[in-house]
């Protein structure tokens, strides 16, 4: 039973592409966010949904595009696909703002 | 923006050595947490961990917040334990995001 699922594990895309990641939680969590690890293994907020809304929404190009259908999912879609967009995305859950916080496994993203 | 600074950045132990990682912060917090990014890439949660001192197994965890650090020890390591450990802090100013540090990467040998 897995608590954060995202899809899909591997992704290998070309330039100029539109993709999406998809995200959910079973653990009833209110709070969801995105996280980009580079290749150096540094992890770096992307965004922060809370009750399905935006509360944190870093400096990201706009091709990233969060989306919350409701409070389980949280989905990134990103238009225009870059060489520099090549990274790990981690989606990640906690019940509240401060509250042990829970990653997905990851998704590798490749883009030629 | 804050500074989150891990040390050593890099570890090797013979299996059933003991460790400590150290976590620094330069300004004030409201919460860290401790993970573990296994070979694999899978990050677990290890310690919620604002203030005092928390114990899970082998692992035991202190945060001093008015002194601005954190300790993760690792006693009697498996080599299940490589990986990379990583701190991160939560401020109100920032929403409350988790800012990571580098990281600790670990290698525990037979």
């Known amino acids: 039973d897995t608590a954060v699922s995202q899809t899909p594990k591997y992704l290998v895309t070309q330039m100029g592409n539109d993709k999406s990641i998809k995200c959910e939680q079973n653990?009833?969590?209110?709070?969801m966010y995105w996280y980009k690890q580079d290749s150096k293994k540094f992890l770096k907020i992307m965004f922060s949904?809370?009750?399905?809304?935006?509360?944190i929404n870093e400096t990201v190009p706009n091709r990233f595009s969060p989306k919350s259908p409701d409070k389980a999912h949280l989905n990134l879609h990103i238009n225009s696909l870059e060489l520099g967009d090549s990274a790990v995305y981690f989606c990640?859950?906690?019940?509240?703002?401060?509250?042990?916080?829970?990653f997905g496994n990851g998704t590798r993203l490749t883009v030629t | 923006g804050i500074q989150v600074e891990q040390s050593p950045p890099d570890l090797i132990l013979q299996e059933g050595a003991n460790s400590t990682l150290r976590c620094n912060f330069s300004?004030?917090?409201?919460?860290l947490q401790w993970f573990h990014q296994n070979p694999w890439g899978q990050l677990i949660n290890l310690f919620y961990?604002?203030?005092g001192t928390k114990q899970n197994g082998r692992l035991s965890a202190t945060t001093v917040a008015t002194e601005r650090y954190s300790l993760l020890y690792i006693s009697s390591s498996q080599t299940t334990d490589s990986g990379v450990y990583f701190c991160?802090?939560?401020?109100?100013?920032?929403?409350?995001?988790?800012?990571f540090g580098k990281g600790t990467s670990l290698l525990v040998t037979p």
């Open positions: 300004d004030s917090v409201n919460n």
């Open positions: 991160a802090v939560q401020r109100r100013l920032s929403g409350y995001a988790l800012n």
């Open positions: 961990i604002p203030s």
């Open positions: 990640a859950s906690s019940q509240a703002l401060l509250s042990p916080l829970h």
């Open positions: 653990l009833g969590h209110d709070t």
């Open positions: 949904y809370n009750n399905k809304e935006l509360i």
